[in-house]
């Protein structure tokens, strides 16, 4: 079983069958782990175990949904690394997401579904056309989940042509798609000053709902220009946009191979 058919089966498990009652401290502690909250420097969370028990300290975010993904990450480490090394994770959360830490990207894998199990999370947002960032925050409220986990979550769930990329003024630090977006479509390393996402952090100026863009503000491919898709992008952090990209033109997917994109960087 991969990480997150362990999380999915554990909900199942407690017979969770309602997004509020993922009460994540409560599922921890029948796992054997105490939570406690700390001042910690230079990570989120840290876990310490000893046999069947273990104490997992937090560092207060201000945020529960982020609190609540710490704790989720750590429940991971103790249900699938038992026994092994690792460091802890991460200051920024964002930051796994460009890490090559096999243990940490399962972790998070774990913690996402557990949080997120797809029999919940799926009826949750398939009420919605192409969600704008008011409807992903609002499911983020649901599941009581960070905005940022909530916005990932909408890729890896697969029900929509969805791509999720994190630009700086330096350029895109990574990125997610929906398992079923063609791979030929190769994202630009730097921010395209058409793109919204350059307005964002250039001028401060928000798109919050998804407005229609040429694909070649987004994608280096030579006929990306004869396609629109959807954009748009919000600033988790100063100097940070998370992009959400649909890929609204259904042609976009009957397109062939492309031999430009043989090198795409993953």
Known sequence: MTPGQKAEA???ELGIVDPRDIDIEAIAFDAGIRVEYEQLRGCAATLVGLGNRAIATIRPSGSSGRDRF???HELGHWELHRGQSFQCRADNPSDNLVSSTKLEIEADEYSTHILMPSALF???VKSFNWPSIKEIDEVAGLFSTSLLATTLRLAKIDALPVLVTCYTSQGRRWHVAAPHVPTRWWL???LDEDSFAYDLL???RPCDSPRKQSADAWFANDDAEEFEILEQCYSPIPGQAIVV????DAEMFERGYDPAVRKRRK
């Open 188 to 190: 630009k390393e730097q």
């Open 202 to 204: 250039s001028a401060g």
């Open 122 to 124: 799926h009826p949750a």
């Open 70 to 72: 710490s704790i989720g």
């Open 245 to 248: 990209l649909y890929l609204s």
């Open 10 to 12: 554990r909900i199942a």
